[in-house]
Every structure is written in C-alpha cells, then in structure tokens.
Nanobody, 119 residues
C-alpha cells in the first residue's frame, strides 16, 4: 500500500506562489499516475492536475491551467504542484493521490495540506 504525505501548504496573499510536495513511501512510485485534488469548505473535492507515471503527459483543470504546474521526480518518489498567481478561490485542502497505471480510479490518498489565499 502506498502512503502519501503532502507538505508545502500555508497562507499566502493573492498573487503569491506556493509549491506543494507529495512524498510516496512506495519504491514503485514510478509505476503510478499521480494527481492533485482540492476541496474547499462546503464543496465537493475537485480535480486539479494529473501527471502520468513517466511524466510525459499532464492535464489540468481549466481553473488552474496556465497558473499551476505539476511535475514529478521518480528518483525522489515525489510529485510537486507549483502554484502561481494564487487567488482566494484557490483556498482549499489539497490532496495528492496515486493511481495504478491501468486503474480507473485513484486508490491511495494523502492526508491533505491546507492552502489559504487572502485578498
């Protein structure tokens, strides 16, 4: 079972940047597609970004496209989310998740890290 630990959350003013990290315990990290999701108070969890196991393909929610960048370092078993031009609507708990290559769902989830953007 893969254990995921997010870090890097915090409070920032609108227009600022944060970089989230998600470290995986499993040495087979490179065989998982990785995703970032977020959940704001009172709202459903939503997709933010995804990166394939090889790092060769990424996708983003329209709301973050052009501002957020997902990347991974398979030698460090870590996936990152660089968030620029943050706005208050980005305030949420951010979760990373791991998906086995041929799975249709994300099987493993981290505990989440809070991101708060003030205007």
């Amino acid at each position: 079972q893969v254990q995921l630990v997010e870090s890097g959350g915090g409070s920032v003013q609108a227009g600022g940047s944060l970089r989230l990290s998600c470290a995986a315990s499993d040495s087979t990290f490179s065989s998982y597609n990785m995703g970032w999701f977020r959940q704001a108070p009172g709202l459903a969890r939503e997709f933010v970004a995804q990166i394939r196991w090889s790092g060769g393909f990424t996708s983003y929610a329209d709301s973050v496209k052009g501002r957020f960048t997902i990347s991974r370092d398979n030698t460090k078993n870590t996936v990152y989310l660089q968030m620029n031009s943050l706005n208050p609507e980005d305030t949420a708990v951010y979760y990373c998740a791991a998906q086995q290559i041929y799975s249709v769902k994300y099987e493993y989830w981290g505990q989440g890290t809070q991101v708060t953007v003030s205007s």
